[in-house]
């Protein structure tokens, strides 16, 4: 579909929206049809990410798709007129609770692999399903941490973290974005 916009005439630039987690060979059928990557590069620590979601590699393969991706986009283009992006990337990375020295090791490998060519958006949203109790009382195996929110000293240490890296482009947030209001009735 993007083939058959690009060539009845799309201008506008392509924003794809990935979990960091993607395929080189799957990135590469997107190469020179997307403008803008938007990944989330959510572990540094293979034990992390494997309690969470199961991929001891999320890592190492969050590391490959970034690297795949920033070849394909390259660093930060802005329209001069707009000021608007139209290539480049956004790195998203959602802190979790009592992991600053994860979320670090991550802003360091930015920094330093990518450095100002890129935009970080450092989220502190991070907040527990409240179904997370209940599956915990019923036997499941739910890590203590995920059933409470990021500390607000720990948001507050990542982003000082962040600009002692000189780090420009950066986005943070305002920590009232956690809350529950966003979260819809899930039922299991």
């Known amino acids: 579909s993007l083939i058959i916009a690009r060539n009845s005439g799309l201008k506008i630039p392509v924003a ?22 938007m990944p989330d590069f959510k572990f540094w620590s293979s ?10 590699d999320y890592k190492d393969r969050a590391i490959e798709s970034l690297n795949e991706m920033y070849r394909q986009v390259g660093s930060i ?14 790195v998203r990375h959602l802190m979790m609770p009592g992991q600053l020295f994860d979320t670090k090791k991550i802003l360091d490998y930015l920094t330093c692999e990518f450095g100002n060519n890129i935009y970080m958006s450092l989220m502190s949203q991070y907040t527990p399903m409240p179904q997370l109790q209940t599956l915990k009382d019923n036997g499941r195996i739910i890590p203590d941490f995920l059933l409470r929110k990021v ?11 962040l600009g002692g890296l000189d780090q420009e482009n950066a986005f943070v947030q305002d920590e009232s974005s956690a809350g529950d209001e966003m979260i819809p009735p899930f039922k299991f």
């Open 47 to 56: 034990k992390l990410s494997s309690q969470i979601i199961n991929a001891p």
């Open 151 to 161: 500390p607000h000293n720990h948001y507050e240490s990542a982003c000082d973290y």
């Open 77 to 90: 283009i802005l329209d001069s007129e707009t000021g608007l992006m139209k290539k480049g990337m956004i």
């Open 16 to 37: 794809i929206n990935t979990g960091g987690y993607e395929s080189i060979n799957t990135l590469k059928l997107f190469d020179g049809l997307v403008d803008i990557y």
